[in-house]
């Protein structure tokens, strides 16, 4: 299902594609995060014209609402949400692990409290890979143990541990499926800051012969600087047939930078949670429109954009519907957000296309401010 094209000259940069029932994406990626079914305050058709080429949705969420009755009857979350392009779903042990007081943990699976109404559920691996089934998913994740930070060894290695049971079980269970949706499930690598953890995982994980492979337990509070010790010792393991995604991330600069590694997949929901509390994202760097300087300035918020929200409306107006909380402020800076997200990715293939990544990459972590350069 997936397929290297091209590995540029300087970097470990690469260009690839993946074939899915909902159409061929081209990596690297990013995909806006869609938790409940939608990406806050846009609409499918704003996604489509920033030219999103998927969606990751949380199975943990759907799973409690709207349940998998009503997505079952509804001919999968495709039709549900009214979406024909690709969909990813984690697993959304994330989401469990994170509730603390309110779940169990064991080798099983995972009891856990709603978090909306207080009952009791119980999953287990299998359960999360039927769940996703059902859901539909293009790209799907298997239940994993995802350790905090900061995280002792025992509990780093029990993480582990279980991780790898728990991907055992889950291929073992997605390989009896009789399902039509051809559906690819990803391993999910773990092993917190510890490099002989990590490395294990990667062998581990490698060894079940999963569709592709995530870097889990990163973006959970660890220094940038820890983040990417991670790439180094598991890079190396990886083979270069399968499609690598680093989970969770991130800034614009750290995208850029893990390109130049050779990851092919990111998701995050900064974009439009920063856009929700008055940030904005440019070339230059992040920007808040609730500071007062920009209360007289009718320029746009990038000049070197060409999205919609650059070419019509001005940092003034839209610092002023943030004072009055309209939500007319929240659907623009959203947008713009995602889209320069989505845009970059375009420069980087582009970049990667031309054999020049190193220098796209040294351009623009130089104008964004990055402490990241190279």
């Known amino acids: 299902m997936f397929k290297l094209i091209k590995k540029d000259k300087k970097t470990k940069a690469r260009l690839g594609t993946i074939e899915t029932v909902h159409g061929t994406l081209e990596t690297p990626f990013f995909m806006p995060v869609g938790t409940n079914a939608t990406v806050k305050s846009l609409t499918l058709e704003d996604l489509k014209e920033i030219r999103a080429q998927l969606v990751l949705c949380n199975t943990y969420h759907l799973y409690l609402r709207?349940?998998?009755?009503?997505?079952?009857?509804?001919?999968?979350?495709?039709?549900?949400?009214?979406?024909?392009?690709?969909?990813?779903?984690?697993?959304?042990?994330?989401?469990?692990?994170?509730?603390?007081?309110?779940?169990?943990?064991?080798?099983?699976?995972?009891?856990?409290?709603?978090?909306?109404?207080?009952?009791?559920?119980?999953?287990?691996?299998?359960?999360?890979?039927?769940?996703?089934?059902?859901?539909?998913?293009?790209?799907?994740?298997?239940?994993?143990?995802?350790?905090?930070?900061?995280?002792?060894?025992?509990?780093?290695?029990?993480?582990?541990?279980?991780?790898?049971?728990?991907?055992?079980?889950?291929?073992?269970?997605?390989?009896?499926?009789?399902?039509?949706?051809?559906?690819?499930?990803?391993?999910?690598?773990?092993?917190?800051?510890?490099?002989?953890?990590?490395?294990?995982?990667?062998?581990?994980?490698?060894?079940?012969?999963?569709?592709?492979?995530?870097?889990?337990?990163?973006?959970?509070?660890?220094?940038?600087?820890?983040?990417?010790?991670?790439?180094?010792?598991?890079?190396?393991?990886?083979?270069?047939?399968?499609?690598?995604?680093?989970?969770?991330?991130?800034?614009?600069?750290?995208?850029?930078?893990?390109?130049?590694?050779?990851?092919d997949m990111f998701d995050t929901c900064i974009p439009t949670r920063y856009g929700r509390h008055g940030s904005a994202f440019t070339w230059k760097g992040k920007i808040s429109l609730s500071n007062a300087k920009y209360a007289n300035d009718f320029s746009s918020i990038d000049e070197t954009s060409d999205n919609i929200v650059c070419q019509k409306y001005t940092k003034s107006y839209i610092r002023h519907l943030f004072n009055h909380n309209e939500i007319t402020a929240l659907t623009l800076l959203s947008y713009h957000n995602v889209y320069f997200y989505v845009n970059l990715m375009r420069e980087i293939r582009a970049a990667i296309q031309k054999d020049c990544y190193e220098e796209f990459q040294r351009d623009f972590l130089d104008g964004y401010g990055s402490e990241l350069k190279t």
């Open 66 to 263: 709207p349940g998998m009755d009503i997505i079952k009857q509804a001919g999968g979350l495709h039709r549900f949400m009214g979406w024909d392009r690709p969909i990813l779903t984690d697993s959304g042990g994330y989401q469990i692990f994170s509730l603390t007081k309110l779940r169990k943990v064991t080798d099983e699976g995972v009891e856990f409290k709603s978090h909306i109404d207080g009952e009791m559920h119980f999953l287990t691996p299998e359960d999360i890979i039927r769940i996703e089934e059902i859901i539909g998913s293009d790209m799907i994740m298997p239940l994993d143990e995802c350790a905090p930070y900061p995280c002792e060894r025992k509990m780093a290695e029990k993480s582990v541990e279980r991780t790898t049971y728990w991907a055992q079980r889950s291929m073992d269970y997605f390989k009896t499926m009789k399902s039509d949706k051809k559906q690819m499930l990803f391993g999910i690598i773990q092993g917190s800051i510890y490099e002989d953890l990590r490395i294990k995982s990667t062998r581990e994980i490698m060894n079940l012969d999963f569709d592709g492979y995530a870097i889990g337990g990163v973006s959970v509070g660890e220094p940038v600087k820890d983040m990417f010790e991670t790439l180094k010792w598991v890079m190396p393991h990886l083979p270069e047939n399968k499609p690598r995604y680093f989970m969770g991330i991130g800034m614009p600069d750290q995208i850029v930078k893990a390109v130049g590694k050779g990851i």
